[in-house]
């Protein structure tokens, strides 16, 4: 298949790894998969691979398996490749200083947004002032919130959602909503939130991989289309975090997973809402 978008597909959700541990060394978390322990997925390796399937431009979001909070490498890839790549560093709000580190990371060239993660267990800061600070944080700085949370902590959330109502926010893995069914039970937090102008939601080869090739796919982007529009919802491959047999494999399953819409919308989700939001080619907030 051919994953079309407008002026060409923008890949939301990419991690790299360096290969050279003594510039970059590595502060593993339990957090993910160890992809990164076979090396071979530095930034040149991966825009190759990304190119090879027709996807010239990605959003590079830290690697917190591999370095936790340490930013370094994905703030230099980013600014190295202006014109491929935009950077999401993480921030963990319960640490002291992390509005000062979010004001550090939004003057580097290329970093467009900051990853507040409440998936490690010992995260606090959800419902707590420490989220304020970290939104507040963000609104200074022009910075996209990427939230990488379960579904169960949006309501929680909420709050801090409204009071900072112009911060654009992405939930990664459209919050890890529970798909047993191919769709989410309409009472869901996250459908909770689709009533929030701000929030967009990430559709990731992690909620597309288990719904399979029957259809299952395309019967949940129709459900989440109707929640948040077209052009609220991103696609990222999660590569090379989720496996598959190839990256164009996970390319395949966006391609049929977002067939049914019509093509304007279909390149929003694909390409023209990753470049909207995160600004590639001059829009937007890219730096």
Wanted: hydrophobic residues 45%; charged residues 20%; negative net charge.
């Amino acid at each position: 298949m051919t994953l079309l978008g407008a002026e060409g597909p923008i890949d939301a959700h990419v991690h790299v790894a360096s290969d050279d541990e003594t510039r970059y060394p590595r502060h593993p978390t339990p957090i993910g998969s160890d992809w990164w322990r076979r090396g071979g997925y530095g930034v040149d390796d991966v825009l190759s691979t990304l190119a090879g399937a027709g996807v010239a431009q990605a959003v590079a979001v830290q690697a917190a398996g591999a370095y936790g909070d340490d930013n370094r490498y994905v703030v230099d890839v980013a600014k190295s490749h202006p014109d491929s790549l935009r950077a999401v560093a993480v921030v963990d709000p319960d640490e002291l200083g992390a509005a000062e580190t979010i004001a550090e990371l939004a003057a580097c060239r290329g970093v467009s947004g900051v990853r507040c993660m409440a998936v490690r267990p010992s995260a606090t800061w959800v419902g707590t002032e420490k989220a304020d600070n970290a939104f507040a944080a963000a609104a200074d700085a022009g910075l996209i919130v990427v939230l990488t949370v379960f579904s169960e902590q949006l309501l929680a959330l909420r709050p801090v959602l409204e009071r900072f109502s112009d911060v654009p926010v992405v939930l990664d893995h459209c919050a890890f909503a529970d798909m047993s069914g191919a769709t989410v039970a309409r009472d869901s937090p996250l459908q909770a939130l689709a009533g929030l102008p701000q929030v967009t939601v990430k559709v990731t080869s992690h909620n597309l991989n288990p719904l399979g090739a029957a259809g299952a796919a395309r019967h949940f982007v129709e459900q989440l289309v109707g929640w948040f529009g077209p052009h609220r919802i991103l696609w990222g491959s999660d590569y090379p975090q989720t496996t598959h047999d190839s990256y164009a494999g996970l390319v395949d399953l966006a391609t049929d997973a977002f067939a049914d819409l019509a093509p304007a919308e279909r390149a929003a989700v694909l390409g023209g809402n990753t470049r909207r939001l995160f600004g590639f080619a001059g829009e937007g907030g890219g730096r």
